[in-house]
Structure formats: structure tokens, C-alpha cells
């Protein structure tokens, strides 16, 4: 692989950006170690300083792993943890917050009405215990497996539509909010309809096959879902 050549000084985003591409062109493959920061800047022509803080950057993405003592390597680039950073971003600001519900709604939206004309009865069978569990577990204030029964439910949905790149995004958008998040909606949700009689709304347009319904159902759970998010970005992620 060869690393462009930096002859004049330059942003620690441009170092970032190639090496970006070196990934995306498959140049660099997940668990590959980089060069050292000394043949970096050697190749590249700048100081390691910004070498340096370009790898920092490329670590906080989770593009790459800097082990002590042993050196910089490509992350796995999951999913999950290439969105992991973004959680802040997308659990203060007012304008993210519309931008993720505003995703969610294009994607859900969509795998839900597929869903609707493709679940099995397996299926609907496997949301509707889950559906139980997760009123159980509300009921007792148990918000961590209220919150995995959550996840659950809504992975059927997406796996029902039969469409595994939509599956992916639907579960990649959902990533964008950290558990810990969630579970604070959860725990001051008292202003705004609980899942659990959102998801049994969602469920029975499932059962009918009637994607309108089930859109339409899904539309009012993630307005619900918005509401909850705004609170408690307002409070500034407090528990109440």
C-alpha cells in the first residue's frame, strides 16, 4: 500500500481521510496493523504530532485500535461500534434528535409494512412473548431486560421484512442511541404511553397483515419514542 505524500502542512482530516480510503478500497482489512507513527510521517512527509492526532481521531471513530506498546490496528468496522460514537451527538442536540427520528421513521416505516405482508406465525408467536416479558419486567421496574425485550421485538420486525440490507439499517439506526440512554426514556416515560401498549397496538396490525395499520402503529411508537428522547435530553439525560 503506498500512503499519499504530504509536501505542505496540512489538517490531521486529511490523514484521516486517506486512510479512510486505504479501508474502503480494501487496502487496509480489519486487525491489519499500521505502520508506526515515525514511518507515518516519514511517508507522508509531516510531523508525527499530526500524525498523531489523526490516529487519535481515527481511534474515537472506532475505525482503528491504538494498543499501548504494541501499535495501531484496524477495528473490526462493525456496525455497532463504527456508530457508537455518535450517541452523544445524537442524544443532546435538539437538531440530531429530529434528524435520527426523521431516519428512523423512513426505515421503520418501511420494514414494517413488509414485514406486515411477510411475518411467519413463528414470529408473531416470538413477539407476542416478548410483549409479555417486556409488561412483566416494566411492571417491575426491571429496565434493563424491559429494554433487551425492546430491542428484541423490533429485531423480528426487521427480520420479517425479508430484506436483510433493510434489516441492517433498521438495526445500525438504532445504535445511534446507547443503552444507558435508553433506559432513562424508559425510566420517565410517565408523560408519554408506555411501549409496552404501542408494541401490542404494532402487534395486532401484525397479526392482521394489514401494512397501513402497522405502519400507522409504528408511527404513533416512534412519536412516543421522540417525546421521551426530547425530555430527557431537555433535563439533560438526568434521572428523574
Known sequence: MKFISYKKAVLPDLIVEDILKL????????GEKLPSERELATQMQ????????????????NVIDIRPGSGAYVSSLSAASLVEHLEFVYF????????????????????IALAAERITDDELAEME??????????AES????????????????ATASRNPLLAQFVNVVAE??????????????????????DHQVILNALKQRDPEAAQAAMLVHLAHSE?????????????T
Not at 443532546?92 to 420494514?111: G, H, K, T
Open 23 to 30: 479501508i474502503k478500497d480494501g487496502q487496509l482489512v480489519p
Open 46 to 61: 509531516v510531523g508525527r504530532p499530526t500524525v498523531r492526532s489523526a490516529l487519535r481521531a481515527l481511534a474515537s471513530m
Open 92 to 111: 443532546l442536540d435538539p437538531a440530531s434528535i429530529s434528524q435520527l427520528y426523521e431516519a428512523r421513521r423512513a426505515i421503520e416505516l418501511a420494514a
Open 129 to 138: 412473548s416478548c410483549l409479555e416479558k417486556m409488561a412483566l419486567a416494566d
Open 142 to 157: 426491571r429496565h434493563s431486560d424491559a429494554y433487551a425485550l425492546d430491542r428484541a421485538f423490533h429485531k423480528i420486525i
Open 176 to 197: 445511534l442511541v446507547s443503552v444507558e440512554y435508553r433506559k432513562k426514556i424508559m425510566r420517565m416515560r410517565g408523560t408519554v404511553t408506555t411501549p409496552t401498549n
Open 227 to 239: 417525546e421521551g428522547h426530547r425530555n430527557l435530553a431537555a433535563n439533560g439525560g438526568a434521572d
